[in-house]
């Protein structure tokens, strides 16, 4: 019996896609789950015949080549830690297990230092491009041991989305290095998503646009630079009907749950001291939402501005051109501080982070591939060692001009009662950043006054405590 190249536990969307994907390309694949229905199915579907199902786990892991590679496509959690154990039960020195899913980053830290005390490899893949990519090129970001990694990588490469030509899967760093990035590239997609959906909102309460309307805009402006999947898939959702004529986002419940990514990117943000506003207003956003029943008591006792604005057309027409201008900032912004946050992490966890392939890898494939990329490609083929892409010169220029009409759209929506929580938190954070004095000064006074937790001083070196009450 001839063995397999690779094998895949966990035969959900992304897991049997992922064995479509291999199979595709050649990869002779082994895949095992309980459900004989399932494995049934996936074979029978697998035009290419290079995909064998197992119904023992014993002898899915005999039917593979040694070293062994063993790619879990299960949620993250408890779960894995389960199937890694019955897994050692009959993998040997050197076989690699690579976890596929959205596990954080800590776990697969632990799991990894754990699993090389026994001669197994663990490898953190964040995959990224739901179904579709799963089956016809995800982007991976690849986290472990350099070595077994640049093996893989080759693999990887050969499934992943191209752009141009250039694969979208890279060895990114050791052990969670790829969980990492695949959390911060989520918290990213949260942001976007949000900022795409505050313009909806406005566009719709304040400008009372319906959704055919805006389906245009958005597709004109994905004509531009805005050109991302995110922008390209909005268009198309405000537009699907039911077989009623009805549109279906108009009968969505609109409370937006989470699976966890964008909560972990926001908790790490706070623990490396890292200004992450814009993803982590988004986290708190899906979570208001979701308080529905007292937003609906709220609405009938709390009051706020009435929207009776009339627009002349050419005011019109500019202010659309200001939310477009307003959205592309928020991006810019939300990229600023995820790729800032990354440089926190690389230098806390050690993982020297190349940010241009980051950049690259989210080129194509994944959820918040984006032609905005490009600058951030570009500026990073300058420098690894940007502080800020804000200070870049690729950047500078737009964020100065653009800010106005962040400012002016924060300011219109604010004042006519439209919240805008993600577009309020990108001013803000821009306007603190560019400030050379912020009111710092009087909390470090406040907590020296009730806590001598001393200050630092503008004019003299040293550590200072002031007796606060004593005239
Ligand atoms: C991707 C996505 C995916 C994620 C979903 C759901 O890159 O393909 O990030 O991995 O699981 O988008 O995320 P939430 O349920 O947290 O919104």
Partial sequence: MSLNNIGILGMGVMGSNLAYNLANNGERVSIYTRSIEKLKNIVKNDKSHLIVSFTSLEDFIFSLKKPRHILLMLPSGITIDFLIKDLLKFLTIGDVIIDGGNSFFKDTQIRSQKLLKKGIFFIGVGISGGEEGALNGPAMMIGGDKKVCYLLEPLFQKISAKYNKEPCAEYLGTDGAGHYVKMVHNGIEYSDMQLISEVYFLLKKFLKLDNKKISNLFSEWNQGELKS???????????????????????????????????????????????????????????????????????????????????????????????????????????????????????????????????????????????????????????????????????????????????????????????????????????????????????????????????????????????????
């Fill in 229 to 471: 999947y995110l922008i390209d898939i909005t268009s198309k959702i405000l537009l699907k009907k039911n077989k009623k004529g009805k549109y279906i986002l108009d009968l969505i419940e609109d409370c937006a749950f989470n699976k966890g990514t964008g909560l972990w990117a926001s908790q790490n943000a706070l623990e490396l001291h890292a200004p992450l506003s814009l993803i982590t207003e988004s986290v708190f956003f899906r979570y208001l939402s979701t308080l529905k029943s007292q937003r609906m008591l709220a609405s009938t006792l709390l009051t706020g501005p009435i929207n009776n604005f009339i627009f002349k057309k050419e005011n019109f027409l500019q202010f659309i051109e200001h939310i477009r201008k307003a959205l592309y900032l928020g991006k810019i912004l939300s990229y600023a501080q995820g790729f800032s946050q990354l440089k926190f992490a690389s230098k806390k966890y050690q993982w020297d982070f190349q940010y241009v392939k980051i950049a690259k890898i989210f080129r194509a494939g994944c959820i918040i591939q984006a032609d905005l990329l490009n600058k951030i490609v570009k500026a990073y083929t300058e420098n690894n060692k940007i502080i800020n892409l804000l200070l870049t010169s690729e950047f500078q220029e737009i964020v100065n001009e653009y800010q106005k009409s962040l400012r002016y759209i924060v300011v219109t929506g604010l004042k006519y009662g439209i919240p805008m929580p993600v577009f309020s938190a990108a001013l803000s954070y821009y306007d603190s950043y560019r400030s050379e004095k912020l009111p710092a000064n009087l909390i470090q006074a406040q907590r020296d006054y009730f806590g001598a937790h001393t200050y630092s001083r503008i004019d003299k070196e040293g550590i200072f405590h002031t007796n606060w009450v004593k005239k």
